[in-house]
């Protein structure tokens, strides 16, 4: 059988209608799916924040109530990614529908930080060794609509949202350092204020662990369906408002048929539309995680606007994504790396090394830290159950002063061990420094990490 000109032009035409049909479809909503995706990255914090806060009320404790977490995670815990062995949290979430009055007590014999998070998870306070020194304090905790007499003896912390978040660190010095560490917990105090003012403690909230553990909140929202998180989002801002910066968002989000307390109401072409926004924004912050911009010796390190974002919604979002919680950079800095000094991703397959000439240790206040992260970002697995080295360890030093850690599977000769940060052979791995209370120098750049040799 042939075909004329005229056949195969119709067969042609017939092929490529299709294409051509979804190629104008997507370009009529190009303007829809580029809003969704700034859409979805401008409201992704607050949404996990509300899965993060569901969670712990099913796994750790009611709200308006401290829960002091008592020992380090372990490569079993899956909950967050990157935590950490270097400090013992107190969590709460808080609603600020009445006031809360927080305490901590005199302190002097580990840093700590108890930072305050709003719903879009800025840090809106963070009182601790640093900001407020060793000498322990009161703290009035107020919605945004609070407007009452203000007690003597308080210090008003103002939240712009109803939903607070308490993600407290105490410095902890290895697992023999619990003991001391839970006494310092046990300084932390939050009460309702009418509970405060009559000195009495609030009454007990009856509360179960729920039977069937959820799912980590990053994965919730993994699978959450595009129309479910823009329902939630629109119904939590209601509650949580935006900054008067958000302004112009709101009206791209008015635009989209979306404001605080309305959901959207999208038709089948917008719905599909929406997904394909929000995926190309996983995707466009999953590329910027991967293959970071303007490293140092192969490390990336947070920007300067961690905790306090303004309208970076795209940080804020990708913050959000992989490290929920963030401390302000006076208080904590995480530089980051997946490279070595070539660029090539580091590898369980090879050995590497870390030197720290001696007059460039990391530069802190309190203390620092370097943890190996598996390629899922949580701990890895070692006979030593070692996740993290730092300078509270019994680390060898050169003669000279400089510091050498060991990166590599197997373990070195035995006077090396002490350095030796285990990782898995064979599989891929990153590296995130904590400095805690940074110096100067690591705040404005003049300090960064060396680079990560490879070794064979």
Known sequence: ?????????????????????????????????????????????????????????????????????????????????????????????????????????????????????????????????????????????????????????????????????????????????????????????????????????????????????????????????????????????????????????????????LAPGQPPQWGLLERGSAALGRALADFGVARELAQPRNLVRGWSTPPATLGQYGTDYATRAAVAMVGLGANLPQDAIYPNTRVDSTGQLLDGSHRYALHFKASELPPVNAFWSLTAYDAHDFFIANPLQRYALGDRDPLVYNADGSLDLVLQAQPPSADREPNWLPVQAGEPFLLNARLYWPKAAALDGRWGMPAVQRLD
Do not use: C
């Open 1 to 257: 059988m042939k075909f004329g000109a005229a056949s195969w032009r119709r067969w042609l035409l017939a092929a490529l209608l299709p294409v051509l049909l979804i190629a104008a479809v997507l370009a009529l909503q190009a303007g829809h799916i580029k809003g969704v995706a700034q859409a979805y990255l401008f409201g992704y914090p607050l949404v996990i924040m509300d899965v993060t806060r569901a969670n712990a009320a099913l796994t750790l404790g009611p709200p308006n109530q401290l829960q002091r977490v008592r020992r380090f995670p372990d490569a079993d815990f899956h909950e967050v990614v990157r935590p950490n062995v270097d400090t013992l949290y107190t969590t709460a979430f808080i609603s600020l529908e009445q006031p809360h009055v927080f305490e901590m007590a005199a302190n002097d014999a580990r840093y700590e930080v108890m930072p305050f998070m709003n719903a879009w998870t800025d840090v809106f306070a963070a009182p601790g060794t640093r900001s407020t020194g060793t000498q322990g304090g009161r703290f009035l905790l107020v919605g945004p609509q609070w407007h009452g007499p203000m007690p003597a003896g308080l210090t008003l912390l103002r939240s712009s949202t109803t939903m607070v978040w308490l993600i407290g660190r105490t410095q902890t010095n290895g697992a023999s350092d619990y003991a001391i560490v839970h006494g310092l917990q046990d300084g932390l105090r939050l009460r309702s204020l009418a509970a405060w003012q009559a000195g009495l403690e609030d009454a007990p909230v009856a509360w179960q662990a729920a039977a069937v553990k959820p799912a980590p909140a990053i994965e919730q929202m993994k699978a959450m369906p595009t129309e479910e998180f823009f329902i939630r989002l629109a119904l939590l801002m209601k509650q949580n408002p935006p900054h008067a910066a958000d302004t112009p968002m709101l009206a791209k989000l008015a635009s989209l048929g």
